[in-house]
């Protein structure tokens, strides 16, 4: 009797103990953002709708909404289709050499600095150019986001029971239509995953446009051969500055950022539990 | 017009130094349903694969000899794999109709992608044909715009069977399709047999005795990658020529 108590009690022991930990793991994300609340809504509930679409002059940060959208649409236009490719040829040629080096490559490519990117960047583009500009970003922020979709993509792509994919070629499809037209179809929710989390994260990069997009806070971009601003980078700019009213806006384009990330975090989770095949 | 839907001369398959498949003769009539039996692991959907160069899927798996469909060998250098998997349907044994095409895509993707139907009429045309010889028109011509996901296991394995028909193919390989679905299901298909061998030439993979005697006009004894017995389904059950068969039909091999 003694023995199953002790033995009860023990195993309760462990679950308070994983519980605390558990807690304490999570806490510092409660924390952020509780913070980011209750410091960034103050500003932006003081500014008005002047915060979202007005100038730095004016209190607002719209153009570093607007660049930030700007360099995540380009960043994507280049990135995304390659990246694409690439997953679907790592699946489809997993034993190739070039197969086996890509999935090697791509791996390397998540956990690479992100701020090495931007210089290489800044080198091959932002000084030949003899400007910082939105392209120069968004060719930085391309780099980063391909490996994301690529990943995701092939991992999508490899979910697919096989028996599926003896369904496409049984049919007599070729090579070309049995992937592209049924198998990448089949697996458009885990592609799309992909993409919306490349598309997440290259949206809150900071390092990568520190050397290439220079900076636009006073008045809206108009040219992707020009400077850009974004909201990351105008939070490092502004926490920079040993103004108080500073400090408060990028508080608020903290707040801005968090909940882009946010509207496009939580559907992701949403579809993602409805990944079943 | 050569008499045998299917033939094999000295087909040997193998996964790198494992030889699955060891060097099997064997004529299967046009329109009869012919099973192939055997126990678990002994190479029957193997070997099914290699009737429409589906095996080549694998690439580890290689095949040697030769497979004649309706005389020609498929496997002479100057076939298309694709065309001879457009005159050679398959259903798998799990239902596995595409989870993202309604109902009526499903049917008519073969005939799309492949380009096989002039206009819209002659594709609407051709997947209800192709459902009403799946005996599934009637359960499902006022949901055809819905996902496959609401089907049952055995309405499912009677749209993979449309799918397959809808392309219009001489042979149909039906690889254990009762083995995930249930009894009733079953026997709907075991029904269905009956009516497509017709038109077809069925050659189905089973590892029941019992359902080959029910469905099958002649049978296939394979074990351990050999061909033991072939001859009618009564010859085989009733009066077997080899032990091993002998033991496999009444139940004591397995």
Known sequence: MSVSNFRKAKEKAFLIAVGITTLIAILPLFHIIATVLMNGLPPIVAKGPVFITGTLSEGGIGPAIVGTFMLTFLSSLIGLPIAFLVGVYAYEYPKSAIGRLTKALLQIMLEFPTILVGVFVMDIIAIPMGTYSAFAGAFALAIILMPYVAVYTHEAMRQIPFTYREASFGLGLTKFKAVFRVLVPVSKRGIMTGVLIGMAKVAGETAPLLFTTGGLYQSYPHSISQPVGAIPLLIYTLVQSPSASDHAMAWGASLVLLLIFLAVFIPIRRSLKEVKL | ?254
């Open chain 2, 1 to 254: 017009m050569n008499e045998y839907a299917i033939e094999t001369k000295n087909l040997k398959i193998s996964y790198g130094d494992n030889e699955v498949i060891k060097g099997v003769d064997l004529k299967v009539l046009k329109n009869v349903v012919f099973a192939l039996m055997g126990p678990s692991g002994c190479g029957k959907s193997t070997m099914l694969r290699a009737f429409n160069r589906l095996l080549e899927l694998n690439k580890d798996a290689v095949v040697e000899g030769e497979v004649l469909l309706f005389g020609e060998n498929i496997y002479s250098p100057d076939i298309d794999p694709i065309e001879v998997r457009r005159d050679v349907g398959m259903v798998f044994q799990y239902p596995n109709p595409f989870p993202h095409l309604t109902i009526y895509d499903n049917v008519a993707i073969g005939l799309k992608l492949n380009k096989l139907a002039k206009n819209k009429r002659e594709l609407d045309e051709r997947v209800r044909w192709a459902l009403e010889k799946a005996a599934l028109w009637d359960e499902v011509k006022d949901r055809m715009g819905d996902y496959p996901s609401d089907l049952s296991g055995g309405q499912k394995q009677r749209l993979v069977v449309a799918r397959a028909l809808a392309m219009k193919p001489k042979v149909l390989l039906m690889d254990e399709p009762t083995a995930n679905i249930d009894p009733v299901g079953t026997k709907k298909i075991e029904e269905l047999l009956f009516e497509l061998k017709e038109d077809y030439t069925i050659i189905l993979v089973t590892h029941s005795p019992a359902q080959a005697a029910r469905v099958s006009d002649c049978v296939g004894f394979l074990y351990l990658g050999e061909l033991i017995e072939v001859g009618s389904t009564k010859d085989i059950f009733e009066k077997p020529k080899n032990e091993l068969t002998e033991q496999y039909v009444t139940g004591e091999l397995v």
